[in-house]
């Protein structure tokens, strides 16, 4: 028995928000292996099309479909739950996935990044547990998992990070309060918080964190990495 029949999900339908790449690419691949039906979100239309196409290349129970979606704009989001519904009939596993981060020191942060981070961080996984909640209740099961982040557990390192380390905070007091309010009808609701995986993401980070030093030298996306690692116990 391989690990994916340990957790079986056959009749199961789940949202992955940010599923076409790293670390939601990945998680949305698992629900689909394990045999629920998927259906990926993003903004990036393209990088969903091939997601799913490389899904669909392999032997699952059910197709994986995408629909694209702005975080940032509520009524593109309330498209998106109500598709999510109509197409699978319900959502029984909801992964919020999806994040944004600015990277703008706090003295200098633009009224419009908070309010994107903000809603694309919080709001927007609030709108979607909203929209799919109804149909976990009628199935009593349903299963609520919103990504966190470290830095809320230990502070972020890096500058720029305040508006996203905060809304991420945010998000798993809301979960605490959710799960309590959900639990009797059968749900659950828990944060993730992961590590650093090398995603493209992670790329983008070192590449944005490359400095001149006094000689000049660029600092590596390598040399990133390891300032990152000698922040962790082991290094």
Not at 113 to 129: F, G, H, K, P, R
Not at 131 to 157: C, D, E, N
Not at 165 to 175: I, M, S, W, Y
Request: proline share 2%; hydrophobic share 45%.
């Amino acid at each position: 028995m391989n690990a994916y029949q340990l957790f079986d999900l056959q009749g199961k339908r789940a949202v992955v928000t940010g599923g076409g790449s790293g670390i939601g690419y990945h998680m949305a691949l698992a629900l689909a292996r394990s045999g629920a039906q998927v259906m990926i979100g993003s903004r990036r239309a393209e990088v969903l099309r091939q997601a799913t196409e490389q899904f669909n290349q392999q032997p699952l129970a059910a197709q994986a479909i995408y629909r694209s979606v702005d975080l940032r704009d509520r009524q593109s989001i309330e498209s998106f739950a109500a598709h999510a519904v109509d197409v699978m009939g319900g959502v029984d596993i909801f992964v919020g996935n999806a994040g944004l981060d600015l990277l703008e020191p706090v003295d200098a942060m633009q009224d419009k990044s908070i309010d994107d981070i903000l809603q694309v961080n919080l709001i927007a996984n609030l709108q979607l547990v909203r929209a799919f909640l109804p149909h976990m209740r009628q199935r009593k099961w349903g299963r609520i998992i919103l990504v966190g982040s470290a830095s809320t557990l230990t502070a972020s390192h890096c500058d720029g990070m305040t508006a996203y380390v905060a809304t991420k905070g945010a998000l798993d007091a809301a979960v605490k309060t959710i799960a309590a309010e959900v639990g009797h009808d059968g749900i659950t609701a828990n944060t993730i918080v992961p590590g650093m995986f090398m995603t493209h993401i992670m790329d983008n980070s070192s590449d944005r964190h490359e400095s001149a030093d006094s000689a000049g030298a660029k600092e590596s996306g390598r040399a990133f990495l390891e300032m990152m690692a000698n922040m962790t116990m082991v290094g």
